[in-house]
């Protein structure tokens, strides 16, 4: 067995809409079946009992060992508490060789857990040993690690509920959720509208509660210390007990409470002066620690905080009770679990001491021990919620407090001996207020309801039925897809949005280009959907991300799936007929919105086939109404876009609306037949996008397809009286589309330069050729730049096969070299003839073309 690729697809991918991580598995003949290896699943399963079932569902054939190596990644993951459940197991068209996708819920999880499953089956063949409890330990430790804890997470899965867009930022809790200018960011429990005044008032208590008091919120009295005689001052100033804390602390770290004693108080400011050199001397106030959770100017959640203690039995030392304690299953150790395990450290070591306890001590029955000072849960506290028994005027100085301090998520620490009465009657306060704070005692308390919060912080971001989203186009297919990009691109930017555009030229945000090359991809996709200043995104989507990495975003308003043919790359990645292609290409329809459209080449049957699996409606589009499979659309009252004579037409039951192809530049007055099927591909995704039929002509009438607006895409040049057009087809179906457009171009001649990329199928090869062949005159055929793994000459050979049998062409050239092709063709050409360059290197085969066509015209005065 062997492991040779692993794919990580973050997005809706081949398999499924789930993240799942996809490995290529290499088996030798005795592992293709493991009923043939004796005792192999009897020492697996007595290796790992809990591996569940072998084989996929559906599948009646005997498992191979890449089955078992999926069952056992899927598996491993449920054992160790992460919420995985899909599998799947396919042979690849070689003998020997399955791909399996297993899901994950964290990338790193995942990663081990197939690294993990891959050593326990071949612990399993070689009978030797696997160390199970390790394995998932290692897993557990490395998902709490890496997961969102609870109360980013609690804010993730409201907003997910919603059907509100995420992206995790960074390893830690920085969140995006929506898209590009609807977005909005958290970092844990705090908002992207949350200033860093507020944050730094926070952190300040004695600042905090000089703001509060002034506004009349009930705050302890005491006062800033910078040295032991000033604290000591202070101290004997205020009057036993105080509490001693650090200035800018927090999680309770360096807080001392009830100091009563010179002595107690000489311990608690060297607790607090290891934290902070500035130090807060308050009075005390007696009563129940509470933490109130305002949000967005509301209360949401109150909770009662219990210092970490045990109870006594008299039997027990307080050691073994802290033990029992721990194996809580909800207790943990940092903040992933809803509770802390308790530690006995020298703070446990200190409370004991102050009863006369030790850890070996036995408390009597029913005895209770404090093992802190503090309540919080980070020091191994619990926490009672207390929401329902909130008086009317706390909350209301829970408010005032978190708004004067400026935050809006905030966590109020409130001391009072009952939470149902005024503070002013009890003598209670308000004695911290905490930005970010941590969401766990509401969601999980220790007891008593948990509290929505998490929705309650969405809430504040979005409004109710506002999912932050922006609309999104997905082209895909084999030809067409970038022309159509930029033309939907360009008919959005006429209504004044700001447009995000990923094609295989580039990355486009508001007509700026912010990085170049082939950005087809997942990645250049989620790039513009993090951009603040996109309104609409526009996105290629090519084969190569899908199989990558999946889509980069989790559903679209529109899917445009231009045609489906024999593309560049059959052949690769299994990817060996048009039926595969179509299957992968269909995940664009498959995650449309329910409330939105795929648009559908009607005259493409693998294409049309599509519209069975789209969540939302179809549009389809055909240059013939009279197509059964548009024309039964129409009937149906479905939206349908065809050519009726001069002008494409929109129509959906008695609606039409017409756009004159004159008014097309685009389609050259129809006479370029796929320009006129993509202009209908974006009618049709216009439509579905609530353009107006007045923009929508404008922007077609002002589209102009030259090589700065669409480069390598039938740019037209004229050189000394003869056409050239430069184009970036590279695919028999793409060849065949402008064979058919410029034979309906009049010319005296008809020259085609042309090579191909060597990771293409020798058929395919041969195949472009024998489309030129009849229709060109002379074909010039030069060696590309990159012979991606072929001999020198090789790709030239194929292609002069192909022009075997031709029926039109007379003279056949090779060259070596894209820009001697090109200055070959052009010198040769006369007034009325026309030239196809199929370009390679786009950019600078068309800079070089408009260079010699600049010089040209130069030159035409001199002669003249």
Not at 440 to 464: I, N
Request: proline residues 4%; negative net charge.
């Amino acid at each position: 067995m062997n492991v040779t690729r692993i794919r990580i697809l973050r997005g809706p991918n081949l398999w499924t809409r789930r993240t799942v991580i996809e490995a290529i598995v290499e088996c030798d003949a005795a592992e293709a079946r493991i009923d043939g290896i004796e005792g192999f699943e009897a020492r697996l399963r007595a290796r790992f009992p809990g591996i569940g079932p072998l084989q996929t569902p559906g599948n009646a054939e005997a498992p191979s060992i890449a089955h078992v190596l999926a069952a056992a990644a899927l598996a491993l993951q449920v054992e160790a508490g992460c919420a995985a459940s899909f599998v799947h197991v396919t042979s690849a068209p070689e003998n020997g060789i399955w791909r399996i996708a297993v899901e994950y819920t964290e990338e790193p999880v995942g990663r081990l857990a197939i690294e993990l499953a891959e050593a326990l089956c071949r612990a399993a063949l070689a009978d030797t040993a696997f160390d199970l409890d390790a394995a998932l330990a290692r897993l557990r430790e490395l998902d709490e690690d890496v997961r969102l804890g609870p109360s980013t997470g609690s804010i993730v899965q409201a907003a997910v509920a919603r059907g509100i867009p995420y992206r995790r930022l960074t390893d830690g809790s920085l969140v995006q959720f929506g898209w590009g200018s609807r977005q909005r960011r958290i970092q844990a429990a705090e908002i992207d509208a949350t200033s860093a005044i507020a944050e730094q008032i926070a952190q300040d208590k004695e600042l905090t509660k000089r703001l509060l008091s002034a506004v009349g919120v009930p705050v302890p009295g005491g006062r800033a210390v910078d040295c032991f005689d000033d604290a000591l001052t202070a101290f004997e100033t205020l009057g036993a007990p105080v509490v001693v804390k650090p200035r800018d602390g927090n999680q309770g770290k360096g807080v001392s409470v009830n100091v009563e004693t010179r002595a107690h108080f000489e311990a608690a400011w060297a607790a607090a002066n290891e934290i902070s050199s500035d130090v807060i001397v308050e009075r005390f106030l007696p009563g129940h620690d509470f933490r109130a959770l305002v949000v967005g100017g509301q209360l949401v959640a109150v909770a009662r905080r219990d210092p970490a203690h045990v109870i006594g039995d008299g039997v027990h030392s307080v050691r073994e009770l802290v033990d029992q304690v721990n194996l809580d299953p909800r207790r943990g150790e940092g903040h992933a679990t809803p509770l802390t395990r308790i530690r006995i450290d020298e703070v446990a070591l200190t409370q004991l001491a102050k009863h006369g306890l030790t850890p070996e001590a036995v408390p009597a029955l029913g005895a209770r021990v404090p093992l802190r000072h503090n309540a919080n849960l980070s020091t191994g506290g619990t926490a009672t919620d207390v929401t329902d028994d909130v008086h009317p005027e706390v909350a209301a100085r829970a408010v005032e407090a978190a708004q004067t301090v400026g935050l809006h998520i905030c966590g109020v620490d409130i001391v009072c001996e009952d939470i149902g009465r005024p503070l002013e009657q009890q003598g209670g306060g308000i004695v911290e207020v905490n930005a970010a704070p941590g969401l766990r005692m509401h969601l999980a308390p220790s007891y008593g309801k948990a509290r929505p919060v998490g929705e309650a912080v969405v809430g504040t971001l979005f409004a109710e039925g506002d999912d932050g989203r922006i609309p999104v186009v997905a082209v895909t297919g084999t030809n067409g897809k970038t022309t159509t990009v930029r033309l939907i691109s360009h008919l959005l930017g006429t209504t004044g949005a700001r447009v995000g555009m990923t094609n295989t030229d580039g990355v486009f945000v508001d007509g700026h280009c912010t990085d170049t090359g082939d950005c087809s991809g997942p990645r250049s996709a989620r790039n513009v959907l993090m951009h603040p200043h996109v309104d609409a995104a526009v996105f290629e989507t090519a084969r190569g991300g899908l199989l990558r990495e999946g889509l980069g975003f989790d559903r679209c308003k529109v899917a445009v799936v231009t045609n489906i043919g024999l593309g560049d790359h059959l052949g690769l990645n299994y990817i060996t007929t048009v039926e595969d292609l179509a299957v992968l290409k269909r995940v664009a329809v498959q995650n449309v919105a329910p409330d939105g459209t795929a648009v559908l080449n009607a005259a493409d049957p693998i294409v049309a086939a599509m519209a069975a699996i789209c969540p939302g409606s179809v549009t389809f589009f055909a240059a013939s109404a009279q197509l059964p499979t548009l024309a039964t659309h129409r009937a149906q009252g479905h939206r349908v876009v065809y050519v009726d004579g001069d002008a494409i037409v929109a129509a959906q039951g008695d609606f039409e609306q017409r756009i004159a192809l004159r008014d097309i530049p685009l389609t050259r007055g129809g006479t370029v037949a796929f320009q006129v099927e993509n202009a209908m591909a974006a009618v049709g995704a216009a439509w579905a996008l609530g353009i107006g039929w007045h923009a929508l002509r404008a922007g077609m009438r002002s589209f102009v397809n030259d090589a700065q607006t669409v480069p390598g895409r039938f740019n037209v040049f004229d050189h000394r009286g003869a056409t050239v057009i430069a184009d970036y087809g590279h695919n028999p179906d793409a060849i065949a589309a402008l064979t058919q457009a410029v034979e309906a171009m009049p010319a005296r001649r008809r020259f085609v330069v042309i090579s191909a990329a060597g990771d293409r199928r020798d058929e395919d090869i041969r195949l472009q050729t024998e489309i030129l062949g009849g229709a060109f005159d002379e074909v010039i055929l030069y060696e590309d730049q990159c012979q991606r793994g072929r001999c020198d000459g090789e790709v030239v050979a194929l292609l002069r096969q192909g022009l075997a049998d031709a029926t039109r062409t007379s003279r056949v050239q090779e060259l070596r070299g894209e820009f001697l092709a090109i200055d070959t063709a052009l010198d040769a050409l006369e007034p009325g003839d026309l030239c196809l360059v199929l370009i390679d290197q786009v950019e600078e085969a068309l800079a070089h073309i408009a260079s010699r066509v600049a010089l040209a015209r130069a030159a035409l005065p001199l002669a003249a």
